[in-house]
């Protein structure tokens, strides 16, 4: 059923053969059809319409031997009016778009999930009933304009008269109801023009209903077609009645939303895809519709330093979650089970169901740019409107990858740039939108993948990272005195003097950040230190284009360490968002006795004693694979 079709029906114009007859005037075409209308009232007084409404209509076609029934929704604050028919063989929505001026038609019943067309908005209109003449640009229709009972005529620059009728005690389904006639002229989605008389039933008296005002109960359409879409003159009778039911002026925002899945080339929006971040963290709920599973998994993406975490939470009770960290710096996978405490580090492979890489030339790896992250690269988004989802306004765009025939639909937050736990604000000159939802389907089926994302924070990780379970007899713990490390900084600033103190020993001991491991800062009554582990050199390489295998060892990275704090060139920057404070480091083997490994951290009993190095006996690898395949596709 093409979008035509729709039009017939939705405006309930008929398509049956047109008849030519000889030339006639239009001045006589409307005497004759509609006699003397005289305006008697004037629309914007007679009638106390609510702003804003929402209906049924059954549509009786004599000529046609059938019954429709469609929906027609109106809300000048969202800009917006929607009509929707479902009969038999039929699933249509069809929208006008008063913000973009255009108007989108879904096909909801056409090629698996559906297709879209956009129109312009035009000053011939491309129906009669269900949609109202086309206002200029910029400007949203009256209710009493979509009702057809004010606006243009379509008689050149002529607005309709409305004829009040005198009978006061007019009766209809045991209502009183007021008359109105007015005479119109009409053009079809093919460009055939009609002339008919238009009689309006409305409320006469205030119902006893939630909402008061006018209310629409009839309308009935006498005329006749004039021409054809070439311009041929024609004779052809039109007799249609409309039945209003199920009035309401309660409107939600979900009575607007456009359907997902569904791509409308050429869709006008406000906004561009939103540019994605460089470093950000997560948590989401992936709800897989084939298997129906629900997975939680939090996340961090880090273009900075080249990684990817995620952290896989085993729904079953009593059970901890599974970590993995992608380290595109080495090219290795750390997978450490918190049930047993085992690790696994393995190179990362196009065998890999947690595919945070892009295969390139050579079946080289890279990690994903932020572009392929967020399924941006290769893929043409088309706006998808404005929604209300999970109790924010959000925007949504919807794009497909014609090389694998992948489709992404995402929700982004509209006017909201920073959430509560972006405490840093750290993006505040270039601001990113938070993402709320992404949908994706594999196929042109209904099954999909819905991610809800929730915690969103754009601060940059404190790169607090734990790899230290994934090597044996290779770690060694550092205590490091920082002169200037101030009590109220730390306070205030902790993630982000941990995260320059990490960036600041990569630099100068020429290592990936994933060798030191579990960073923290600790005070001896005034004096400042920073807790860490230097972990020895990764076993393993892949097939990265870049290669880093050529580490210093272990003890090569202490030895450096030892060279810098003597040669006073170990110099931390220890102050708050604002204020840079240099700090030197000093190396202070007797300062702290090793973590704790039962509490993963620094425990009160850390700060006695003395203790240069951890032994950790490696476990075998334990589960967690099977959630793997849900993160990326």
């Keep these: 059923m093409s979008v035509r079709s729709l039009r017939v029906l939705v405006v309930l114009l008929v398509a049956s053969p047109l008849f030519r007859t000889a030339l006639t005037d239009e001045a006589q075409d409307k005497k004759d059809i509609c006699g003397d209308i005289k305006s008697n009232v004037v629309a914007d007084t007679e ?145 055939s023009v009609a002339i008919v008389k238009v009689t309006h039933l409305v409320s006469k008296t205030k119902l006893a209903r939630t909402e008061s005002g006018t209310v629409p109960i009839q309308t009935v359409i006498n005329g006749k077609f004039v021409s054809d879409k070439d311009g041929n003159v024609v004779n052809l009778p039109i007799t249609h009645t ?52 629900v997975i939680t998994v939090k996340t961090t993406y880090d273009k900075e330093f080249n990684f990817v975490t995620d952290e896989f939470f085993d729904p079953t009770p009593g059970r901890q979650s599974t970590f993995r960290f992608d380290d595109f710096y080495a090219g290795l996978s750390y997978q450490i089970d918190h049930n047993t405490g085992a690790c696994i580090a393995t190179n990362i492979s196009e065998n890999d169901n947690v595919n945070n890489y892009k295969i390139v030339q050579g079946g080289k790896l890279q990690m994903m740019t932020p572009e392929q992250f967020w399924d941006a690269e290769g893929v043409k988004y088309h706006y998808n409107g404005k929604k209300h989802f999970r109790g924010l306004e959000t925007e949504s765009w919807i794009g497909k990858d014609e090389s694998t025939g992948y489709m992404y ?44 994302y929730f915690q969103v924070d754009f601060t940059e990780p404190a790169l607090l990272l734990d790899l230290s379970p994934c090597y044996q007899n290779q770690r060694q713990f550092i205590s490091l005195f920082v002169a200037g490390l101030a009590l109220e900084r730390v306070e205030k600033d902790e993630t982000l003097i941990l995260r320059r103190a990490v960036t600041t020993l990569t630099q100068k001991l020429n290592i990936p950040f994933t060798r030191i491991a579990n960073p923290q800062i ?79 951290g620094y425990s009160a009993g850390a700060l006695a004693g003395l203790s240069l190095t951890m032994v950790v006996i490696g476990l075998a690898a334990g589960g967690g694979g099977g ?3 849900f993160i990326r596709h």
């Design 409 to 452: 639909e995402w929700y982004f937050t509209f006017g909201i740039e920073h959430t509560m736990n972006d405490m840093a604000k750290s993006e505040q000159k270039d601001p990113h939108r938070i993402p709320y939802k992404r949908i994706f389907w594999p196929d042109d089926t209904d099954n999909y993948f819905s991610n809800y």
């Design 47 to 191: 009638f106390d319409f609510q702003t804003q409404f929402k209906v049924h209509i059954e549509s009786v076609m004599p000529d046609k031997g059938r019954i429709a029934n469609s929906w027609l929704y109106f809300s000048p604050a969202r800009k917006m009016l929607k009509a929707t028919l479902k009969s038999p063989g039929m699933d249509y929505e069809l929208y006008d778009d008063y913000d973009q001026h255009q108007t989108l038609v879904y096909n909801l019943g056409d090629a698996k999930r559906g297709s879209c067309q956009v129109y312009p908005f035009m000053t011939q209109r491309l129906g009669f009933y269900l949609l109202p003449s086309a206002p200029d640009a910029g400007l949203t229709p009256t209710v009493s304009e979509v009702l057809r009972l004010s606006g243009k005529s379509g008689f050149g620059s002529e607005q309709i008269q409305l004829m009040k009728s005198s009978n006061t005690k007019q009766m209809f389904r045991s209502l009183n109801v007021q008359q109105y006639d007015s005479c119109q002229k009409i053009t079809a989605y093919d460009g």
């Design 522 to 600: 600790a005070f001896k009554g005034s004096k400042g230190y920073i807790l860490f582990e230097i972990l020895g050199t990764p076993k393993y390489s892949s097939d990265l284009v870049t290669q880093h295998t050529n580490q210093p060892s272990l003890d090569e990275v202490i030895a450096t360490l030892k060279k810098l704090t003597k040669d006073r060139k170990l110099v931390f920057d220890v102050g708050n968002k604002d204020i840079t404070v240099s700090a030197q480091a000093k190396y202070e083997e007797f300062a702290f006795k090793s973590p704790d490994r039962g509490g993963g």
């Design 242 to 293: 409309f039945n209003f039911f199920h009035y309401s002026t309660s409107v939600t925002e979900d009575d607007f939303l456009t359907p997902e899945g569904i791509v409308c080339p050429n869709r006008k929006g406000p906004n561009n895809f939103p540019k994605p971040p460089l470093y950000i963290s997560f948590g989401q709920e992936v709800h897989d519709t084939t298997s129906g599973q």
């Design 627 to 629: 959630y793997w395949f």
